[in-house]
């Protein structure tokens, strides 16, 4: 278990972050609403070090100021249009494998 590598997403609010972290079998490790701050985000994560996280999926609409704080930060987050990332899903949904996990918050 020291070596499972997990995923985040990232729904960015002005006031108010929700963080929801998944394992490789795309369980849910741990939902939590947090203050849409570095400090608040990263302690929602559980994150000691960047290495357990394999990426960090925000909505392209998100706070670009945070996104830059967090990757200064060291952690691996990634920027994704939710409808375009859908449509894509929806298109290739029978062709990815069971490992490959993509989280995006609709």
């Given amino acids: 278990m020291a070596n499972e590598i997990f ?4 729904d960015l ?14 369980s849910a490790v741990r939902e939590e609403i947090c203050e849409t ?6 302690k929602a994560l559980g994150v000691t070090d960047g290495q357990r996280l ?5 909505e ?4 670009t100021h945070i996104v830059r704080k967090l990757r200064e930060f ?9 409808r375009k990332s859908s449509r894509f899903l929806a298109i290739r949904r029978n062709k ?5 996990t993509v989280l995006v918050i609709l």
Wanted: net charge negative.
């Fill in 7 to 10: 995923w985040a997403g990232l």
């Fill in 13 to 26: 609010g002005q006031r108010q972050t929700h963080v929801c972290v998944i394992d490789d079998a795309g």
């Fill in 37 to 42: 701050s570095v400090g608040a985000i990263t």
């Fill in 54 to 58: 394999g990426l960090i999926a925000a």
């Fill in 60 to 63: 392209a609409s998100s706070d």
């Fill in 74 to 82: 060291g952690l691996p987050v990634a920027i994704f249009e939710a």
């Fill in 96 to 100: 990815l494998a069971t490992s490959a």
